[in-house]
């Protein structure tokens, strides 16, 4: 149903390391206009890493990453400045700046990056404060707010600009089931009211088969599977059934490999 | 954005269109903060909207508010799909006076 769409993430043959050790092992992958996307898979899976790469935050080591158009690998600071005016980032911890209020910490992006009427930003923070449910909560401090509270006022933020792309790390850790089932709902309205792209990473199983449009699966820096709820469901690949069943993974060992990490020898001097 | 000023029967009536966004919602404001300082009733047809973003939606709350504080009528008319959206995610279409055409909205 998406192929016509236009592609306004295209991640092409991305290959990344953190020191010597590979995390992506050549991902390629297309998000469309007005499409959540959900990238699953378990610790260690890359999903983290693979965001981060997406976010523009490490150079990969080859393979292109573009994001409405723009190849974030090749953008210098100028264009990676204007191209983040229009990305909003929601982290797992909030991340929230404790000397502010909530409503100003809703209001930096608007007062960093636009000229608009202090009338409009201070209506339009409180907007989106209302759409995660902590309407009249703009002058408290973040320390007077619960971790779940916390998390949606960091939602306000990366909102606060109507961003075209939304990355959202780990949305429901930490929640509760019905602020995450909220969450999940709001999600799906942003994306139909403003017509947001959405990209989500999170290994919460329920969440994932609510929202998603599409489901990338990544395993040990591969996708193991791009597609639909349906497809992810019937996939009869064993690595997705174990992470959708929750079964720990029966790696088959490599001694000599396995001898070497332990002892840190290389493999060639075993 | 287009816009344009009409007269009806004593009434204002603005209409806009295209992609109401942060570089032109300001000047979305300032025409229709205008109209309310002169203490004018106020119409705003939004049939011709395709996307209007939350600072758009900020600017008709402000104007809604300075109407209702100065005392002069003021309603939305027409609203688009897409703006019905927005105004439906914020909850908004259970605040502003809407109406289906100006001649509602001048009855």
Excluded at chain 1, 170 to 198: F, Q
């Amino acid at each position: 149903m998406n192929s016509e769409r236009e592609a306004v993430i295209r991640v092409r043959d991305l290959v990344t390391h953190y020191g010597e050790r590979q995390i992506l092992k050549g991902v390629s992958l297309d998000v469309h206009a007005g499409e959540i996307m959900v990238i699953m898979g378990g610790s260690g899976s890359g999903k983290s890493t693979f965001l981060r790469f997406l976010l523009g935050l490490h150079q990969p080591t080859s393979g292109s990453i573009e994001l409405l158009g723009q190849d974030i690998t090749q953008l210098d600071s100028q264009g990676m400045y204007e191209l983040r005016k229009k990305m909003g980032v929601s982290f797992q911890g909030g991340a929230l700046f404790n000397s502010m209020t909530v409503g100003e910490n809703v209001q930096l992006p608007l007062r960093e990056h636009t000229e608009l009427d202090d009338a409009t930003i201070e209506i339009m923070s409180r907007l989106k404060l209302e759409l995660v449910n902590l309407g009249g909560f703009d002058r408290l401090m973040p320390a007077q707010l619960s971790g779940g509270m916390v998390k949606r006022a960091a939602l306000a933020r990366a909102i606060a600009m109507d961003p075209r792309l939304l990355f959202f790390d780990e949305p429901s850790a930490g929640l509760d089931p019905v602020v995450s089932a909220e969450l999940d709902e709001l999600i799906l309205k942003l994306r139909d009211a403003l017509n947001m792209t959405i990209v989500v990473v999170t290994h919460e199983l329920d969440s994932a088969f609510k929202i998603a449009d599409r489901i990338t699966v990544l395993d040990q820096g591969d996708i193991l599977l791009v597609g639909t709820v349906e497809e992810v469901r019937n996939s009869d690949n064993r690595r997705v059934q174990d992470l959708l069943n929750r079964r720990p993974r029966e790696e088959v060992i490599d001694p000599d490999a396995y001898m070497a990490r332990l002892t840190d020898t290389p493999l060639n001097e075993l | 954005m287009q816009h344009a000023i009409t007269e009806r029967q004593g009434a204002s009536v603005l209409s806009l269109g295209g992609e109401i966004d942060l570089s032109n919602s300001p000047q979305a404001r300032k025409l229709i903060l205008a109209e309310i300082k002169a203490g004018n009733t106020l119409a705003i047809d939004l049939s011709g909207v395709s996307y209007i973003d939350s600072s758009g939606i900020a600017s008709l709350v402000e104007g809604y508010q300075k109407a209702k504080s100065g005392g002069s009528r003021f309603g939305l008319v027409a609203v688009s799909e897409p703006a019905m959206k927005v105004l439906k995610l914020a909850r908004l279409d259970q605040v502003f006076p809407l109406f289906a055409s100006v001649d509602d909205f001048l009855v």
